[in-house]
């Protein structure tokens, strides 16, 4: 049973498309995540969403916008991709620290996305 | 400085051998403290928290030292299974809330 799952798992798209990448999590966490791991392997957080809402919005450019429509679901989508979007994305969840989590965030297994 | 900086390696070790890798963090409110592990072309998994009084899961030992804001990992008797990249990871509870930053990793090849 995936905890933490995300569509698609690669994507192979042309400069200036938009694409969503979709991520669902069956963990009952109420806080969830975007990171963006780019070719040296950094990995760095792009937004975080607690119950649906907004609490984390790293210098990220508005082409790209977090949706969560529920707590167990957090998409992104990419307008106007760029040659720099070329990255693998990991959505990520945890419980919330205030409800007794210990901070500890599970991964789904990463989209590859490669702008040509 | 970045905020959490770990040695990027590689370390090349024979199995069986005893290997530690460091971190430091830069924000001194941070509040916990992680190891993940991340194989090639995989997703970042727990490998253990870091308290304060050290602790120590099977062959794996991680220890914290807040004054010096200083994280080590120690793996006793490497195995193969144990190549992968370790990300140092502290959470400096932003707001209140769960933000993990990473540390760029220091990649370990155990080979035979």
């Known amino acids: 049973d995936t905890a933490v799952s995300q569509t698609p798992k690669y994507l192979v798209t042309q400069m200036g498309n938009d694409k969503s990448i979709k991520c669902e999590q069956n963990l009952g966490h109420d806080t969830m995540y975007w990171y963006k791991q780019d070719s040296k392997k950094f990995l760095k957080i792009m937004f975080s969403?607690?119950?649906?809402?907004?609490?984390i919005n790293e210098t990220v450019p508005n082409r790209f916008s977090p949706k969560s429509p529920d707590k167990a679901h957090l998409n992104l989508h990419i307008n106007s991709l760029e040659l720099g979007d070329s990255a693998v994305y990991f959505c990520?969840?945890?419980?919330?620290?205030?409800?007794?989590?210990?901070?500890?965030?599970?991964f789904g297994p990463g989209t590859r996305l490669t702008v040509t | 400085r970045k905020e959490v900086e770990q040695d990027p390696g590689p370390f090349n070790v024979p199995e069986g051998a005893t290997v530690a890798f460091n971190c430091t963090y830069s924000n001194s409110a941070s509040q916990s403290f992680f190891w993940y592990r991340q194989d090639c072309r995989k997703e970042p998994k727990l490998l253990m928290s870091v308290y304060s009084s050290g602790n120590e899961d099977g062959r794996f030992t991680a220890q914290l030292n807040r004054a010096s804001q200083y994280i080590s990992l120690l793996i006793r008797d490497s195995k193969l299974s144990d190549s992968a990249t370790y990300l140092c990871v502290v959470n400096p509870l932003s707001g209140g809330y769960n933000k993990l930053i990473f540390g760029a990793g220091t990649r370990l090849a155990v080979h035979p």
């Open positions: 990520a969840s945890s419980q919330d620290l205030r409800a007794g989590g210990s901070g500890e965030q599970y």
């Open positions: 969403y607690n119950n649906k809402e907004l609490i």
